[in-house]
């Protein structure tokens, strides 16, 4: 997970953690996510932006599941 956050004075930081055994569930993110922000509290100058990225996810899947799946483009 990657947070970002811009003030109002267009200062930006990015801050990120990486969960190697993967995320089980919202309230996992949600968790992450208040780590990344905890010190960023109180915040002294205004946010003009505050984003979160998620990258690297994969589908949970049986061992069996191979299925390709379509992007639903036309002509497929």
Do not use: C
Request: proline share 5%.
């Amino acid at each position: 997970m990657t947070l970002k956050v811009k003030y109002a004075d267009f200062q930006q930081i990015t801050r990120s953690r990486t969960n190697e055994r993967g995320l089980r569930g919202v309230e996992e993110l949600v968790g992450i996510a208040s780590v990344l922000l905890e010190p960023l509290f109180p915040v002294k100058k205004g946010v003009r932006l505050l984003g979160a990225t998620l990258s690297s996810l994969e589908p949970e899947r049986d061992e069996d599941d191979t299925r390709q799946l379509s992007l639903g483009l036309p002509g497929q």
